[in-house]
């Protein structure tokens, strides 16, 4: 996929670590002894002392027989554990901790069903280059091919969706693999990396130094020289540019650059548009931030892209949902790409300038050089069509006794001020949330993008509630969604965790049945949805529910269950058959949308 990811590494390399006698973090082991040069440490201890030296705090996981022994000595170490109810929620967790955090995120499963319950997780952090680390137990390394109990080669099935993985067999080689599997995940294009470690792995012993288990295959992250000739040339592509577009992507978060594109934008003056999972990356309430780009972003953003002379691609790998039909893409515009991957540089969009490297460091080497820009007609000419193509809004409009899904984002970004941290499922809840919370802090919105991943938002949520325990958590979930990872709740009141959850329920798989609407004549074919009572069910686990059925109740219920202490759940039961609107085709040109056919919403003067 990329260059950076290469996989399927099996560790059994003779060779010892050097070994000097370290300083352990807790002195209370009483099965270690103090061999010649280090301490004595079963693979299992060495698994958790490792964790605590790389920083984990919170594990997700679920234990089993291949993994017993990393289990049986986990209570002497201060990782807190989580026990999920099901392994893709313990990826989910790390990744949502992963996003709202900045930090690797660990996920801990036994062997074959365990294991294989984490591939979908892998696969959503993997194609939104999320920082987590699986471990896996595996069967004993001398059963290993002979369809031993629960015995599955996950390296083998997780090496295209992970940026590395490994086989360890032996206990001396935990240390080094799980130190550079941290590494891994989080330098460069952040990823998933998993590391799956034997039973007589766990149960062997060796001497462990923590100080001396450098990883061994040191690969220092790549530096990358910036070629002053392309700095020039972009520099000039910027500086006269006329009608130019940012186009900022989920790179400005992963790198830390929003500070650095905010003094971009305003030196420049140049508007920016934002990739779904670049929402936040850029305050929307600033006055150049445009909105959302592509299939269901504004037809502005989409019109003054497909009009532009310059893009400016940071971070963001022009995926289809982005672009529409790439013969037909923006094509008067030149295009600078700012990407760390080089593998992303001209795969679908072909560009006159890349420059490879760490947006943060790329920005503040383009930043001395460029020019302060009048670019009033420019957005002019966009606010103009912004104005035009008016509003699919429908909040401001009177109560006509419908609940509309964009009435409960937008009265839920009105009662958390916007400060929420929102974890979104897949669906058309959530191109709702990005069109009607406005979110101006980055990790504010957690969803999944690539691979739109249903059933990520509640265990997601409860990963972002660990990484941010001070943060105001809300789920925005469908009622299709939902019930596919609702057994989390139990982890959640397990947790004592403090999050919110809001079912936008529709009675139906809403983005599929609005695509059989659209493309399929209208046959709904096993798209309505029965659901149980959700609020009952929320009772069931000792959570407070609210049911919501008219826009007058929204407000109040909101402010019910943000009282609340603990967590809450409301069932808002929507309008069934509204769409997404503005909408791109899948493969038509970007600039033809479907819009929202009834005057309801298409009125100026009802804003
Ligand atoms: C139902 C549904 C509808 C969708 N509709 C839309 C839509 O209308 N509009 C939309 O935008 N998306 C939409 N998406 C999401 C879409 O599929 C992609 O996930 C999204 O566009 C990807 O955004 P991105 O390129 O910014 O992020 P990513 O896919 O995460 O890519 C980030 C890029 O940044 C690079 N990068 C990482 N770190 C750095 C660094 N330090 N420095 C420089 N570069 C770095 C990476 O290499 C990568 O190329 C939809 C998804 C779903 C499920
Ligand atoms: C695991 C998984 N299976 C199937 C899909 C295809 N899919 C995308 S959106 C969607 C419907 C989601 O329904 P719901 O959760 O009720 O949300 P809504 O669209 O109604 O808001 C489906 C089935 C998916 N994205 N993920
Ligand atoms: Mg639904």
Redesign the pocket.
Known sequence: M?TARVCGLLLQSNKCVPRRIGVVSRLNRQRSAKGVHGLIRTGAEIIWECLEHLGAEYVFGYPGGAILPAYDAMGNYGVHHVLVRHEQGATHMADGYARASGRVGVALATSGPGATNMVTGIATAM???SPIVCITGQVGSGLIGSDAFQETDITGITLPITKHNYLITRAADIAPSLREAFQIASS???GPVLVDITKDAQNGSCEFDWNATEPPLRRPERRFVLDEARLAEALDLINDARRPVILA???II??G?ERELLAFAEVTGIPVA?????IGAFPAKHRLCLG??????EAWVNEAIQESDLLLA?????????TGNLKSYARSAKKIH????AA?INKNVRVDVALI????N?LQRLLPGIERADTGEWRARIEASKHESAVRDIQNLPDDGHLYAAHVIHDLWRETHGDAIVVTD??QH??WE?QYYRHDKPRTLIT???L?TMGFALPAAIGAKFARPDAEVWVVAGDGGFQMTMAELATLVQEKLEIKIAIINNGYLG?VRQWQEFFYDGRYSSTPLLSPDFVKLANAFGIPGFAVNARAQVIPALRAARQQAGPALINFQVEQEDSVFPMVPAGADLHKMIRRPTPLVERVSDV
Not at 357 to 360: C, F, I, Q, V
């Open positions: 990329t194609m939104d280059s460069g294009r952040p992507g989920h790179g992963l790198s650059a934002l990739t779904l999972l670049g959302m780009m592509g299939m269901h972003g940071f971070g963001m790998r022009f995926d289809d949902r982005v700012v990407e760390i991957d992303e490297g760490d947006l943060r790329v897949v669906g959530q191109m990005a999944s993008g690539g739109g983005m």
